[in-house]
């Protein structure tokens, strides 16, 4: 396939202190390809998905979003960016208590300026998509973890973003439930054209990826194209 790179790395680095977490990562992120970042704890898995996110400056490199330099962003033009064109899934869906998983699946929709009616129909079949229809006037607190995950998915999906960032989105489900949550994810992500960016240290839920891109030391370690959906490159030093 010989489609261009929607979001680029080019020899990004980042350090902490004295922790080099990023040392001159460099990858491609094709439009709706389903991208894994594994790899051990510490080796700059969440550090690489912060700053293609836009949510950290890298130290040194560049990152492009559709030939864009986000370090050449002013922070209004960047949060407009995250808002309009990428979604978020972390660990704990981070769900907004007071309203109902309907109502938060709604919100991205609702800040867009949609109307709650249609805002709300989308995000009703949304939830049936992800199986979760029966929790829709419940409020995430009253939903089980997996429930909850999945509206969270629903959430990050429902204004179709270009990329959906997902950081350990399964972290704290079982097995069973967590791989189910990212087939769903995965599936509903492909049927809308979002590329998903996923860490995760899950051999099992990397697996659902097209290509997988292993970490050690905040440098590509090893990659691995599983499907031909995306000519991607990669490198790291
Ligand atoms: N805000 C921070 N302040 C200080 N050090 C940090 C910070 N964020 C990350 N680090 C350090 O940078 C390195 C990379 O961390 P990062 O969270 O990117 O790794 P990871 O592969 O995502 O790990 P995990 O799987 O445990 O989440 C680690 O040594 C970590 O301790």
Redesign the pocket.
Known sequence: MSSQPLLVAGEVSKS??T?R??DGVSLDVFPGEVLALT???????????HCLSGILAPDAGRITFDGRDLGAMGDRERSALRRDSFGFVFQFGQLVPELTCLENVALPLRLAGARRRSAEQAAGELLDRLQVADVAGKRPGQASGGQAQRVAVARALIATPRVIFAD?PTGALDSHNGEQVIRLLVAAAKERGSAVVL?T?EERIAACADRIIA?HD?AVAVAFQRTAHAGGTVAGR
Do not use: D, M, Q, R
């Open positions: 902490f202190g922790t977490a990023l790899g051990p704890s510490g080796s700059g898995k969440s550090t690489l998905l350990e860490v240290h970490f905040g």
